[in-house]
């Protein structure tokens, strides 16, 4: 089975939808059998699609790249510095309207001012936002990875924590 991410010429709404083979998605398509659920255009074509990635570990996600950071204004709870969006590039590509890809680059830069002021913890961040949101660790910003669980705990404790944007210099 093959999950594409669809999206209707006319109204350009996106879906998902499950297909044994590529040939039958093609032959569904071309006999007009695959609709939009939002407006029932028929003229639908593949929208561009992230890959999933899988690590070893029984098919747990790659660790992102978290940052959070302690407020004055909040009272010192961690707050997220940045969110998890895909790059500009990507966003045009699929599509997005000037103004969402526009919102992607200014995270993406606010993601390069987080990781130029901010300390890189590595793996320990989970640990590092914790000693920080307690006050065993001096009160920065700081960014590292993180799993899902620990992303998880973290929020389960008060500590919030958000995905960087992937930069393209990350790819280079």
């Not at 006999?31 to 593949?46: D, H, Q, W, Y």
């Not at 996600?61 to 709870?77: D, H, K, L, Q, Y």
């Not at 009160?139 to 929020?155: K, Q």
Request: proline letters at 8%; aromatic letters at 6%; hydrophobic letters at 45%.
């Amino acid at each position: 089975m093959i999950s594409y991410s669809l999206r209707c010429r006319p109204g350009s709404h996106g879906f998902d939808a499950w297909f044994r083979s590529s040939a039958d998605w093609e032959k569904q398509a071309g006999l007009g059998l695959v609709s939009c659920p939002i407006c029932g255009a028929t003229e639908v074509e593949k929208a561009l699609m992230a890959p999933a990635v899988v690590t070893a570990r029984r098919g747990e996600a790659a660790p992102a790249a978290f940052v959070a950071e302690r407020s004055a204004e909040t009272g010192g709870a961690m707050v997220p510095a940045a969110n998890g969006l895909a790059p500009a590039a990507v966003a045009m590509a699929m599509g997005a309207p000037p103004e969402l890809a526009e919102a992607f680059a200014k995270l993406q830069d606010l993601a390069r001012e987080v990781r130029a002021k901010a300390d890189y913890v590595g793996t320990r961040f989970a640990e590092e936002a914790r000693r920080i949101h307690f006050g065993e660790a001096p009160a920065r910003g700081i960014y590292g990875e993180a799993s899902r669980d620990e992303v998880e705990a973290l929020g389960e404790e008060g500590i919030v924590a958000l995905p960087l944007p992937p930069l393209p210099e990350d790819r280079n």
